[in-house]
């Protein structure tokens, strides 16, 4: 996916973003990681075709692209994304119902014991915790099938030792698909531990060069190296807000 | 040790629902009597005025086992749910205009303005030139009556739907219709049971005032015409007995159905916490 000359407005406000330009690699998770309201989300919307940027496209396989498709699956940090009137079984199913392109072999109960809820097929979104949610939705989005999971700080309101536990789903999950993702945070020790690619935007909206990861594939949150990278990138991250 | 079930901690909501339950409010109504009979001792009305609770209660007996009161009742609840039928499926008609166009859509919400506050007796005029008198003027004024309060809450629950939903069905590239049936209708649910709360209690009120009017509904009438009839005859219980008959309908069908059914949904749709 590249996003090239990207450039977003509010009415009578400075641009959200102005030219913006980023490769996401295939198969990689790059983290975009930035200071509240310098406009992430509009990015990743931009990027799912959700918002219509004033100029500058978005290309796929080199080819542009204008609408919205199940391709590119969104998940926000909102509590309250699942249908609260389908079962938990129901809202995974939904995009197979809906006929959505790529969700035809979409297999509820096999994505639920993916994400670690094997028998909450049945339970109403209502009576599920916020943890319990952020799995079913990102059970429902890969219900579709996508090459893309665009993910809007999807576990910021979640606790610290369910955030941990989702990561770990996150990784099962990459591991044997071919998934691309794009990650906004404003956590730095989540982009630490899940990405491949950090990307920086600061407050003025604008993107600092994609850097792999300095940790390498294996990484120990527990271990000094995470530390001291922490608090690398946290002193960094501090001087842009 | 065992903690015993007196020491246990009890929801506040818990402790809220079980003081006030709709079953708990039905027991004050079994010291009305006693209230109306201490009225009755204090002021010596005309019997023809106020009549005893235990006449009252005679008129109402007799006219249950005769089988006229039940008869008037169903009749009255069959031609209130016919209206409110067709009421629920004209306003969704209108939402479902007035969300696929823009022009519809202000047209509808400046008639809707106009027709939502107007009472159905209004129209009475106009409707005995339309209609005349008798069962179809009676189904209008009640269709009338739905319909506004009905698509007013529909159109506010769709247009208070939560952004995620209608972000994912564009993230599915759902189409509009899809969006309405599988998305927005069941989003704005709750809101509909409010239309329809609303809609049934005017439908009601409407139902008793159009049948004093434009006669009886049916070959016998329903409760309407059996008030208009017993004030007719000066048969005061009877009056009574269907004024009570028409008001615990009203009381039963919040407390037991609609009332029940909306705090359901609601819950379920995470609006009230449960």
Not at chain 1, 13 to 42: Q, Y
Not at chain 2, 121 to 144: D, E, Q, R, S
Not at chain 2, 184 to 206: D, E, Q, V
């Amino acid at each position: 996916m590249i996003l090239e000359g990207l450039t977003r407005c509010w009415p009578e406000k400075p641009p959200v973003f102005s030219g913006l330009n980023l490769t996401v690699e295939p198969g990689s998770l790059t983290c975009l990681l930035g200071p509240s309201g310098c406009g992430k989300s509009t990015l990743l919307r931009c990027a799912a075709s959700l918002d219509t940027p004033e100029q500058g496209r978005i290309l796929i396989d080199g080819a542009e692209v204008y609408s919205p498709s199940a391709d590119r699956q969104l998940i926000l940090q909102d509590d309250n994304q699942l249908l609260p009137w389908l079962n938990v079984a129901d809202n995974i199913d939904f995009p197979r119902r809906m006929g959505a392109a790529g969700s035809e072999g979409a297999d509820a109960d096999f994505l639920l014991s993916l994400v670690g809820l094997p028998n909450a097929g049945s339970l109403y979104p209502v009576q599920l915790s916020g943890g319990m949610r952020q799995r079913a939705v990102l059970a429902r989005a890969l219900a579709a099938n996508p090459r893309y999971l665009l993910l809007d700080e999807p576990f910021a309101a979640l606790d610290a030792e369910i955030r941990s536990r989702l990561h770990r789903v996150l990784a099962e999950i990459r591991s044997g698909r071919d998934l691309t993702i794009l990650l906004v945070t404003h956590d730095v020790g989540e982009a630490l531990v899940l990405a491949d690619r950090i990307v920086y935007m600061n407050a003025k909206g604008e993107l600092s060069p994609p850097e792999k990861n300095p940790l390498g594939p294996e990484r120990d949150s527990e271990s000094p190296d995470f530390f001291r990278e922490m608090i690398r990138m946290r002193r960094r991250y501090e001087l842009l807000l | 040790m065992e903690q015993s079930e007196k020491n246990l901690c009890k929801p506040r909501h818990t402790v809220f629902r079980s003081r006030f339950s709709a079953s708990r409010r039905w027991l004050w109504l079994l010291a009305l009597p006693v209230l109306w009979e201490i009225i009755r001792f204090i002021i010596k009305p005309n019997p023809l005025l106020m009549p005893s609770s235990s006449d009252i209660f005679l008129a109402f007996r007799n006219d249950t086992v005769s089988g006229e009161l039940p008869i008037r009742w169903l009749l009255s609840l069959a031609v209130v749910s016919a209206g409110l039928l067709f009421g629920l499926a004209g306003a969704l008609a209108l939402v479902l205009l007035s969300r696929s166009n823009k022009t519809a859509a202000s047209i509808l919400s400046v008639f809707s303005s106009l027709m939502h506050p107007l009472p159905g007796l209004a129209l009475m005029p106009l409707v005995i030139l339309w209609f005349g008198t008798g069962t179809n003027a009676v189904l209008f004024i009640i269709v009338h009556a739905v319909l506004w309060p009905i698509f007013v809450n529909l159109e506010s629950g769709m247009r208070s739907l939560v952004p995620a939903w209608t972000l994912y069905a564009r993230n599915l590239s759902l189409g509009r219709w899809k969006t309405f049936v599988h998305i927005s209708l069941p989003g704005a649910f709750p809101h509909l049971i409010s239309g329809i709360r609303i809609g049934w209690a005017r439908a009601w009120r409407a139902f008793i005032a159009a049948e004093m009017v434009f006669g009886a509904v049916g070959t016998m009438g329903g409760l309407g015409w059996q008030l208009f009839e017993s004030r007719v005859m000066m048969d005061s219980p009877a009056l009574y007995a269907a004024l009570i008959t028409v008001m615990l309908t009203g009381m039963a069908m919040e407390d037991f159905l609609l009332g029940r059914w909306e705090t359901r949904v609601r819950k379920k749709w995470g609006e009230i916490v449960p």
